[in-house]
């Protein structure tokens, strides 16, 4: 099975799968540790494992933040990627990505990188993304993405 990487079609899909099966089985550490103090009457080994209830409780919590925030958002159909596949020769076409800023979730099906911009499309909204956009996700967008790094770390100039 092909490892599903950020930007590849399906990661949603993938990540939300993968995000469920590790906080489900930190839940289930947590419920086994908090049912592990019925059967002791030691009140040390009570306390350990409540504490230790509690601490596995954090990772949980920092895994299922980024799960809560694309819980909504899926994966296009297929016949959606096939029709951007031919594009991915020209140019950088990443599929399922979700950019976030303290304001806004921004979805976006498909970020097609174009010497002219950067294009961010998401399927239920009214189109395109880009720097003639003027609406406040498009403005959160820009400012979040350093046009410097970009080309830094991609060796263009």
């Not at 395109?128 to 406040?136: A, C, E, G, T």
């Not at 996700?137 to 830094?152: D, G, H, P, Q, Y």
């Amino acid at each position: 099975m092909k490892k599903i990487k950020k930007g590849d079609y399906g990661y949603r899909n993938h990540f939300k799968r993968k995000q469920l099966f590790i906080i489900a089985l930190l839940a289930l550490f947590i419920i086994a540790q908090l049912v592990g103090r019925s059967f002791t009457d030691n009140d040390s080994v009570k306390k350990i494992l409540t504490v230790m209830a509690i601490v596995t409780v954090l990772p949980a919590a920092n895994l299922a933040s980024p799960l809560i925030a694309i819980f909504k958002y899926h994966t296009p159909e297929q016949a959606f990627h096939e029709a951007y596949m031919p594009y991915e020769e020209k140019f950088e076409v990443l599929y399922d990505l979700v950019l976030t800023t303290p304001e806004d979730v921004i979805p976006s099906d498909v970020t097609v990188v174009h010497p002219t911009g950067i294009y961010v499309y998401y399927i239920r909204s009214t189109g395109f993304l880009n720097s003639s956009s003027s609406s406040r996700t498009s403005m959160a967008l820009m400012n979040s993405i350093r046009v410097e790094k970009f080309c830094s770390s991609t060796g263009a100039s």
